[in-house]
Protein backbone atom coordinates (compact mmCIF):
# COMPACT_ATOMS: atom_id res chain seq x y z
CA UNK A 1 0.00 0.00 0.00
CA UNK A 2 1.45 3.43 -0.87
CA UNK A 3 2.53 5.98 1.76
CA UNK A 4 -0.15 8.53 0.57
CA UNK A 5 -3.39 5.47 1.13
CA UNK A 6 -1.96 4.53 4.32
CA UNK A 7 -2.01 8.60 5.71
CA UNK A 8 -5.37 8.85 4.07
CA UNK A 9 -6.48 5.71 5.68
CA UNK A 10 -5.24 6.76 9.10
CA UNK A 11 -7.14 10.08 8.53
CA UNK A 12 -10.35 8.08 7.89
CA UNK A 13 -9.68 5.64 11.13
CA UNK A 14 -9.58 8.86 13.39
CA UNK A 15 -12.21 10.61 12.09
CA UNK A 16 -14.67 7.44 12.31
CA UNK A 17 -17.01 6.88 15.14
CA UNK A 18 -15.51 3.95 16.91
CA UNK A 19 -11.75 5.23 16.87
CA UNK A 20 -12.00 9.37 16.37
CA UNK A 21 -13.38 10.34 19.66
CA UNK A 22 -11.48 8.06 21.77
CA UNK A 23 -7.87 8.86 20.04
CA UNK A 24 -8.98 12.39 20.50
CA UNK A 25 -10.04 11.93 24.21
CA UNK A 26 -6.81 9.87 24.82
CA UNK A 27 -4.65 12.80 22.98
CA UNK A 28 -5.91 15.76 25.01
CA UNK A 29 -6.57 14.42 28.34
CA UNK A 30 -2.64 13.18 28.20
CA UNK A 31 -1.78 16.20 26.43
CA UNK A 32 -3.07 18.56 29.20
CA UNK A 33 -1.07 16.23 31.50
CA UNK A 34 1.83 16.77 29.53
CA UNK A 35 1.37 20.68 29.80
CA UNK A 36 0.69 20.71 33.14
CA UNK A 37 3.99 18.92 34.22
CA UNK A 38 5.88 21.47 31.54
CA UNK A 39 4.73 23.67 33.87
CA UNK A 40 5.34 21.94 37.12
CA UNK A 41 9.24 20.95 35.79
CA UNK A 42 10.02 24.16 34.42
CA UNK A 43 9.03 26.60 37.36
CA UNK A 44 10.11 24.29 39.67
CA UNK A 45 13.09 23.74 38.03
CA UNK A 46 13.59 27.49 38.26
CA UNK A 47 12.74 27.84 41.81
CA UNK A 48 15.15 25.37 43.00
CA UNK A 49 18.31 26.86 41.14
CA UNK A 50 19.11 24.72 38.46
CA UNK A 51 21.86 26.45 36.79
CA UNK A 52 20.94 26.43 32.87
CA UNK A 53 18.68 25.85 29.99
CA UNK A 54 19.63 22.32 29.22
CA UNK A 55 18.97 21.33 32.59
CA UNK A 56 15.95 21.96 32.77
CA UNK A 57 15.66 20.46 28.88
CA UNK A 58 17.73 17.25 30.13
CA UNK A 59 14.57 17.09 33.18
CA UNK A 60 11.54 17.77 30.87
CA UNK A 61 12.84 15.67 28.65
CA UNK A 62 13.17 12.67 31.36
CA UNK A 63 9.01 13.56 32.51
CA UNK A 64 8.09 13.21 28.67
CA UNK A 65 9.62 9.99 28.21
CA UNK A 66 7.91 8.74 31.22
CA UNK A 67 4.70 10.51 30.57
CA UNK A 68 4.84 9.18 26.38
CA UNK A 69 6.04 5.84 27.93
CA UNK A 70 2.92 5.60 30.14
CA UNK A 71 0.93 6.97 27.87
CA UNK A 72 1.14 4.07 25.20
CA UNK A 73 1.25 1.48 27.85
CA UNK A 74 -1.66 2.10 29.85
CA UNK A 75 -3.76 2.39 26.95
CA UNK A 76 -2.34 -0.30 25.08
CA UNK A 77 -2.96 -2.78 27.35
CA UNK A 78 -6.54 -0.95 28.13
CA UNK A 79 -7.26 -1.44 24.47
CA UNK A 80 -6.12 -4.95 24.40
CA UNK A 81 -8.28 -6.41 27.19
CA UNK A 82 -11.33 -4.50 26.04
CA UNK A 83 -10.72 -5.53 22.10
CA UNK A 84 -10.21 -9.26 23.66
CA UNK A 85 -13.96 -8.56 25.41
CA UNK A 86 -15.63 -7.19 22.50
CA UNK A 87 -14.08 -9.98 20.50
CA UNK A 88 -15.39 -12.83 22.60
CA UNK A 89 -18.87 -11.12 22.70
CA UNK A 90 -18.78 -11.00 18.98
CA UNK A 91 -17.40 -14.67 18.76
CA UNK A 92 -19.89 -15.31 21.19
CA UNK A 93 -23.18 -14.37 19.46
CA UNK A 94 -22.05 -15.38 16.15
CA UNK A 95 -21.07 -19.07 16.95
CA UNK A 96 -17.12 -18.54 15.11
CA UNK A 97 -13.99 -17.59 15.98
CA UNK A 98 -12.78 -14.49 14.13
CA UNK A 99 -9.03 -14.88 14.73
CA UNK A 100 -7.26 -13.63 11.91
CA UNK A 101 -9.77 -11.58 10.43
CA UNK A 102 -10.98 -8.40 9.10
CA UNK A 103 -12.96 -7.78 12.29
CA UNK A 104 -10.09 -8.62 14.31
CA UNK A 105 -7.29 -6.91 12.47
CA UNK A 106 -9.36 -3.26 12.65
CA UNK A 107 -9.93 -3.96 16.51
CA UNK A 108 -6.34 -4.30 16.61
CA UNK A 109 -5.83 -1.26 14.15
CA UNK A 110 -7.53 0.83 16.40
CA UNK A 111 -5.17 -0.28 20.01
CA UNK A 112 -2.77 0.55 17.85
CA UNK A 113 -3.96 4.43 16.92
CA UNK A 114 -5.46 4.79 20.10
CA UNK A 115 -2.52 4.30 22.10
CA UNK A 116 0.00 5.99 20.00
CA UNK A 117 -2.24 9.49 19.96
CA UNK A 118 -2.07 8.59 24.09
CA UNK A 119 1.67 9.31 23.82
CA UNK A 120 1.73 11.93 21.39
CA UNK A 121 -0.21 14.04 23.81
CA UNK A 122 2.16 14.03 26.56
CA UNK A 123 5.01 14.39 24.07
CA UNK A 124 3.89 17.61 22.90
CA UNK A 125 2.27 18.88 25.94
CA UNK A 126 5.12 18.53 27.51
CA UNK A 127 8.36 19.22 24.84
CA UNK A 128 6.80 22.12 23.62
CA UNK A 129 7.23 24.51 26.60
CA UNK A 130 10.72 22.71 26.63
CA UNK A 131 11.69 25.10 23.23
CA UNK A 132 12.40 28.25 25.14
CA UNK A 133 15.41 26.50 27.27
CA UNK A 134 17.30 25.94 24.21
CA UNK A 135 17.49 30.05 23.59
CA UNK A 136 18.84 30.45 27.64
CA UNK A 137 21.51 32.12 27.75
CA UNK A 138 22.24 33.68 24.38
CA UNK A 139 18.69 34.90 23.69
CA UNK A 140 16.92 34.62 27.17
CA UNK A 141 17.58 34.36 30.67
CA UNK A 142 16.62 31.70 32.47
CA UNK A 143 13.91 33.50 34.40
CA UNK A 144 12.88 35.16 31.01
CA UNK A 145 13.05 31.27 29.63
CA UNK A 146 10.58 30.04 32.63
CA UNK A 147 7.73 33.08 31.77
CA UNK A 148 7.74 31.94 27.87
CA UNK A 149 7.79 28.16 28.60
CA UNK A 150 5.13 29.11 31.11
CA UNK A 151 3.10 31.20 28.18
CA UNK A 152 3.62 28.47 25.81
CA UNK A 153 2.21 25.74 27.88
CA UNK A 154 -1.07 28.15 28.46
CA UNK A 155 -1.05 28.58 24.73
CA UNK A 156 -0.68 24.24 24.72
CA UNK A 157 -3.80 23.87 26.95
CA UNK A 158 -5.39 26.93 25.28
CA UNK A 159 -5.47 25.14 21.89
CA UNK A 160 -6.92 21.57 23.30
CA UNK A 161 -9.52 23.75 24.63
CA UNK A 162 -10.38 25.53 21.99
CA UNK A 163 -9.77 21.71 19.80
CA UNK A 164 -12.86 20.31 21.67
CA UNK A 165 -14.98 23.28 21.72
CA UNK A 166 -15.22 23.18 18.13
CA UNK A 167 -15.85 19.64 17.55
CA UNK A 168 -18.71 19.98 20.40
CA UNK A 169 -19.97 23.45 18.96
CA UNK A 170 -19.32 25.49 22.43
CA UNK A 171 -17.59 28.87 22.44
CA UNK A 172 -13.72 27.60 21.64
CA UNK A 173 -12.50 30.98 23.31
CA UNK A 174 -14.38 30.37 26.67
CA UNK A 175 -13.02 26.89 26.57
CA UNK A 176 -9.73 27.89 25.58
CA UNK A 177 -9.23 29.78 28.38
CA UNK A 178 -10.68 27.61 31.16
CA UNK A 179 -7.98 24.58 29.84
CA UNK A 180 -5.50 27.49 30.04
CA UNK A 181 -6.07 28.77 33.33
CA UNK A 182 -4.92 25.23 34.36
CA UNK A 183 -1.53 26.12 33.47
CA UNK A 184 -1.12 30.04 35.53
CA UNK A 185 -2.88 27.83 38.42
CA UNK A 186 -0.52 25.07 38.23
CA UNK A 187 2.35 27.68 37.53
CA UNK A 188 0.96 30.14 40.88
CA UNK A 189 0.89 27.03 42.87
CA UNK A 190 4.62 26.03 41.96
CA UNK A 191 5.82 29.34 43.23
CA UNK A 192 3.51 29.96 46.54
CA UNK A 193 3.69 26.27 47.73
CA UNK A 194 6.85 24.38 49.66
CA UNK A 195 8.32 21.56 47.93
Known sequence: MAPESDSASLVQRLGSDKVGPIARRYFVSNGFDGALTGVGVTVGAYLSGVPDGLTVISIGL???????TSGVWSVWE???AEMRAELQETE????TDLSDTHVEREKMSNQVINAA?????????????LIPFLMEGTVLSLFQ???VSVAL??????TFGAYMASI???????AGIRMGLAGIVVAILNVFLPG
Open 145 to 147: ATL
Open 168 to 174: SQQRWYI
Open 62 to 68: GAAIGLC
Open 153 to 158: AVGVLF
Open 78 to 80: IER
Open 117 to 129: MSGLGPLLGLVIP
Open 92 to 95: AAML
